[in-house]
């Protein structure tokens, strides 16, 4: 997967996405779990727009990527804020300080490739939160990945920005590819800049989630969906686990 031409794209295209209801839904579980710190990790951070959201609330946030072009973007969105960005692997996160929060929003744990991917990056989080810390990440349902996103295309045409965009059954179970080709308007030619990416995601169902979470040292607080703080139904397209670090002793 690439994203160093869809990295200059991603806040066009993720305009209209839900990013003041994931820092209010973090400051609500916050305050119900009490927990007083306030230095967060935004692990996975793309280009920063939650970062800055979060910097703008009074957190204390770091942000790390893998996409070096996705942190470009971001550094500059965050000119005159302190938000230190790091360039590394959730799945291998290391060498950073604990954190009071860590969050791995807008689905991106379904960027990870394996079972054994996901079940590093538990770990890592888990040594990276303070005893106690508290852990947020949303993914996608089953339900979305084969229902609303294998088999389907969508499209935009605009003047300057036009996509395709098809969705295919990946090789694994609750897996999808994403086939996109942007055509980008080049202002001096007038003329439009073809490029193409592939995007791949996978999910897994809710009891796997929790077992892996559980196994990683964490006590399970609470499993919701779509933001309403409802417990997931069968059509459920956003799936947010919150859990908390049981102290080592």
């Not at 009074?58 to 942000?63: A, E, L, P, Q, R």
């Not at 360039?87 to 290391?94: G, N, P, R, V, W």
């Not at 499209?155 to 295919?168: C, E, G, M, R, V």
């Not at 703080?229 to 002793?249: D, G, H, L, M, T």
Request: proline share 2%.
């Amino acid at each position: 997967m690439s994203y160093e031409q869809f990295a200059y794209l991603y806040d066009e295209l993720m305009q209209d996405a839900p990013y003041d209801e994931w820092v209010r839904f973090v400051k609500e579980k916050l305050d119900k779990y009490q927990v007083d710190g306030k230095n967060l990790l935004d692990l996975a951070c793309g280009t920063g727009e939650l970062s800055v959201r979060f910097a703008k609330e009074g957190f204390s946030v770091t942000g790390v990527d893998l996409s070096a072009d996705m942190l470009a973007v971001a550094q500059a969105k965050a000119e005159g804020l302190l938000i230190p960005f790091f360039e590394q692997d959730m799945a291998s996160l290391e060498g950073h300080e604990e954190f009071d929060i860590i969050g791995i929003f807008c689905d991106s744990l379904n960027y990870l490739q394996s079972d054994e991917d996901v079940r590093h990056t538990f770990t890592c989080v888990y040594s990276h939160l303070k005893d106690s810390g508290i852990f947020f990440f949303d993914v996608h349902s089953i339900y979305k990945i084969s229902q609303l996103f294998i088999n389907q295309t969508f499209t935009l045409a605009d003047d300057h920005l036009s996509y395709i965009w098809n969705s295919f059954a990946g090789d694994l179970p609750n897996s999808v590819e994403h086939e996109l080709s942007f055509f980008v308007l080049d202002e001096q030619t007038r003329k439009y800049d073809r490029f193409d990416e592939l995007h791949y995601q996978r999910t897994y169902p809710v009891q796997q989630y929790s077992a892996w979470l559980e196994q990683a040292g964490f006590e399970l607080l609470e499993i919701s969906a779509d933001f309403d703080n409802k417990e997931p139904q069968e059509q459920s397209e956003r799936i947010f686990f919150i859990a908390r670090k049981k102290p080592s002793f």
